[in-house]
């Protein structure tokens, strides 16, 4: 089955040195719903992770996607 792919502007909220910070970024995924990205799409949440923690930090790791704010289609799947 075929699967669309998307280009997604996302609204993210992580925590860091016990404060909560929200951020908006990109995302290119074939899932559609925020639950969906962070349950089954490791390589964009460990981009993400990377991005915003960085390789070195050691603390708990906690973001989050709180919402898909546009979605554009770019294409569809092999697989």
Known sequence: M???IYY???AISY???KSIIKNQTWAVSKYETPQEIMKYDTKTMSRLNDFYYGSKYKSAKQ???TKI???KKVGSSVV
């Open 63 to 65: 973001l989050f996607i």
């Open 2 to 4: 075929k699967r669309d």
């Open 8 to 10: 997604l502007e996302i």
């Open 15 to 17: 925590k860091k040195a």
């Open 69 to 71: 704010l546009s979605k």
